[in-house]
């Protein structure tokens, strides 16, 4: 079974410009989670899609935001790209029944540097 | 919403001496995970504890959930290089939370 993918892997920006990242969860999950990882702050929650709807938001500003299609891809939006935006963006799925129930299978991340 | 305090930060130890985090928390944990990341890698999940007490076991790795539910620990007997990377704790309190993070302990190891 295929694992989660990330595209980009990388990725370049300037101040002000918006970017968009794409998330392909495992075949079956339909739970996708992103979350945004830096030295300073650690891994933080930005928020959770299921079933093409939001169910929890991490506690980030209006700037990020995201989707989910039906067929469970994800994508997240940043706008008005900041230099502390620049991080690895984490995507991640997993199974919403049975155990272990919080179980997350991460993708290799979209490392995003604004200049 | 609720925090999770790892600690040490930072630990380094000889290849084939044991090592152990710790994972605390002020309020009652209704679950707990654990997740390890390799330097340039992405977190791998390792083990979920939701019982008071419980204790689990994976090769040289022993898990721990608090009586208390407040506090877990990760240990690992005889480090390997294989070992070297950081390890999180997470728990999820449903709602409008998501999954929270500790900061990690990294564990350098030299041989």
């Known amino acids: 079974k295929a694992g989660v993918t990330q595209t980009p892997r990388y990725l370049i920006k300037t101040r002000g410009q918006q970017v968009t990242l794409s998330c392909s969860p495992i075949?079956?999950?339909?739970?996708v989670s992103w979350y945004q990882q830096t030295p300073g702050q650690g891994l933080q929650f930005l928020f959770e899609?299921?079933?093409?709807?939001?169910?929890n938001k991490g506690n980030f500003p209006g700037r990020f935001s995201g989707r989910q299609f039906s067929n469970s891809r994800s994508e997240m939006n940043v706008s008005t790209l900041e230099l502390g935006d620049s991080a690895l963006y984490l995507c991640?799925?997993?199974?919403?029944?049975?155990?272990?129930?919080?179980?997350?299978?991460f993708g290799p991340g979209t490392r995003l540097t604004v200049t | 919403g609720q925090q999770v305090m790892q600690i040490p930060q930072y630990q380094h130890v000889q290849e084939g001496e044991d090592f152990t985090t710790y994972c605390n928390s002020s309020?009652?944990?209704?679950?707990i995970q654990w997740y390890k990341q390799r330097p340039g890698g992405h977190p791998v999940f390792l083990i979920q504890?939701?019982?008071?007490?419980e204790v689990k076991k994976q090769k040289r790795l022993t898990f721990q959930f608090g009586e208390a539910k407040k506090n877990s620990s990760l240990h690992i007997t005889a480090t390997q290089t294989t070992d070297v990377g950081t390890y999180f704790c997470?728990?999820?309190?449903?709602?409008?939370?998501?999954?929270?993070f500790g900061k990690g302990t990294h564990l350098i190891i030299q041989p």
């Open positions: 991640a799925s997993r199974r919403t029944s049975g155990s272990p129930a919080y179980e997350q299978y």
């Open positions: 075949s079956g999950h339909r739970s």
């Open positions: 899609y299921f079933s093409e709807t939001q169910r």
């Open positions: 309020t009652t944990l209704s679950n």
């Open positions: 504890l939701v019982k008071s007490g």
């Open positions: 997470t728990y999820s309190g449903g709602g409008a939370d998501g999954l929270t």
